[in-house]
């Protein structure tokens, strides 16, 4: 039986091959960048799923609950923060690469 959490697996997987394959097969460096954007998101979305946990409590421990009991079930908060940090930082790495060709075209012409 295929659950929707393989679906979204598989989903995720296949568009970060797509990344791969735009950032590899494409010529046009505006294309590339736009790849790469896909690569990293899909990516960044990936890591945020593995850390996901089906019916997980959110990361913040409540009065009264020991820690044991609230480890076994609250949800990893470790890979939101580095998809945020990840987020940040192919940000601007996407401006200084569309920087850069932007540059190029203006040599080239």
Known sequence: ???LWS??????????V???????ARKDLVKKLISLTILGDSANAFVVALGYRINGKPPILPSGESVATFAKTAVDPLPQA???TAVVIGMAINVLLAFAIVQLRRVET
Do not use: F, K, Q
């Open 1 to 3: 039986m295929i659950n």
């Open 7 to 16: 679906v979204a697996i598989v989903s995720l997987v296949l568009t970060m």
């Open 18 to 24: 797509l990344g791969i394959y735009g950032v590899t």
């Open 82 to 84: 580095l998809v945020i």
